[in-house]
């Protein structure tokens, strides 16, 4: 049924034939559930919304933490490759002041 202009006519010649008891009760649980079918869809048109900014607040979160993880971990390897080069420079001194005393 597109409009409910159509169930008028189609409620008029149900009652006018006197259907048996089955098939009213066949024809309310079907419009009933049609009802629920219709509120469902507006609740969740009308929530949907407010569910994709929740997503949208929960997937910004986690880029930030992979961002503020991924910039920790380049600081700690700026700080081991600083700390490497220090052990070599202190060894490269060593090797150089001991050649210089062996000549």
């Given at each position: 049924?597109?409009?409910?202009?159509?169930?008028?006519?189609?409620?008029?010649?149900?009652?006018?034939?006197?259907?048996?008891?089955?098939?009213?009760?066949?024809?309310?649980?079907?419009?009933?559930?049609?009802?629920?079918?219709?509120?469902?869809?507006?609740?969740?048109?009308?929530?949907?919304?407010?569910?994709?900014?929740?997503?949208?607040?929960d997937e910004e979160a986690a880029v930030a933490s992979l961002q503020a993880?991924?910039?920790?971990?380049?600081?700690?390897?700026?700080?081991?490759q600083e700390k490497g080069k220090q052990q070599e420079a202190l060894h490269?001194?060593?090797?150089?002041?001991?050649?210089?005393?062996?000549?």
């Open positions: 049924m597109e409009t409910v202009q159509e169930l008028i006519p189609l409620a008029k010649e149900m009652m006018a034939q006197k259907p048996k008891g089955k098939l009213v009760k066949l024809y309310v649980l079907g419009s009933v559930l049609a009802f629920f079918g219709v509120v469902l869809g507006l609740m969740e048109t009308v929530c949907s919304p407010l569910t994709a900014v929740s997503r949208l607040r993880a991924r910039e920790r971990q380049a600081l700690r390897m700026q700080a081991l490269g001194n060593r090797v150089l002041s001991n050649r210089q005393h062996a000549s």
